[in-house]
T-cell receptor, first 116, second 112 residues
Framework: DSGVTQTPKHLITATGQRVTLRCSPR?????VYWYQQSLDQGLQFLIQ???????AKGNILERFSAQQFPDLHSELNLSSLELGDSALYFC???????????????FGPGTRLTVL | TQLLEQSPQFLSIQEGENLTVYCNSS?????LQWYRQEPGEGPVLLVT?????EVKKLKRLTFQFGDARKDSSLHITAAQPGDTGLYLC????????????FGRGTQLTVWP
């Protein structure tokens, strides 16, 4: 158990809908990262938050957005869903937000999103 | 384009065999992590290497960071079925504020 929790575990929805994925980082971790993993693309970095502020952006679509709240939990919002958005979505957390120290990330169990 | 290239992509071996997985880049990294992922679960951190030339051993697993900090390898001795999984390398760069760059992974299957 990494200490990172994600809900829900599974999500099935229809095209055009909007969903929210939730992540609680390990106790004491300030940074939260969101990743998308599909069979053909591997693990793709979406976005990072550090202590409530957006820190780095990866291949995140405009239809997707995220935020980190004062209690440090984070939510990833996916809207106007398409079939191709079906994937595993992982949240990870780490203590530091920079690579000045080595950045060890601890992953949650993921949310499997299926868009029908 | 992947910043980190892993090879081989797939590896299928018999129990007891040795194997090496490679993680290569043309870029320098401040740190290199190896993760193992099982189907439907999140990646689990195995090791972090931060010094060029560093070698770390974790039971039957040996991890090496290249002298120039551009590449790494994972060697497994006497593989067991329990080693089956997706092995991912990930590099950190000081200029990018904490994000890790992941390779596509090596899917290892060890048959009894």
């Amino acid at each position: 158990d990494s200490g990172v929790t994600q809900t829900p575990k599974h999500l099935i929805t229809a095209t055009g809908q909007r969903v929210t994925l939730r992540c609680s980082p390990r106790s004491g971790d300030l940074s939260v990262y969101w990743y998308q993993q599909s069979l053909d693309q591997g693990l793709q970095f979406l976005i990072q938050y550090y202590n409530g502020e957006e820190r780095a952006k990866g291949n995140i679509l405009e239809r997707f957005s995220a935020q980190q709240f004062p209690d440090l939990h984070s939510e990833l919002n996916l809207s106007s869903l398409e079939l191709g958005d079906s994937a595993l979505y992982f949240c990870a957390s780490s203590v530091s937000g920079t690579s000045e120290y080595y950045n060890e990330q601890f992953f949650g169990p993921g949310t499997r999103l299926t868009v029908l | 384009t992947q910043l980190l290239e892993q090879s081989p992509q797939f590896l299928s071996i018999q129990e007891g065999e040795n194997l090496t997985v490679y993680c290569n880049s043309s870029s320098v990294f401040s740190s290199l992590q190896w993760y193992r992922q099982e189907p439907g679960e999140g990646p689990v951190l195995l090791v972090t290497v931060v010094t060029g030339g560093e070698v770390k051993k974790l039971k039957r697993l040996t991890f090496q960071f290249g002298d120039a900090r551009k590449d790494s390898s994972l060697h497994i001795t006497a593989a067991q079925p329990g080693d089956t999984g997706l092995y991912l390398c990930a590099g950190g760069r000081g200029s990018t504020l904490g994000r890790l760059y992941f390779g596509r992974g090596t899917q290892l299957t060890v048959w009894p």
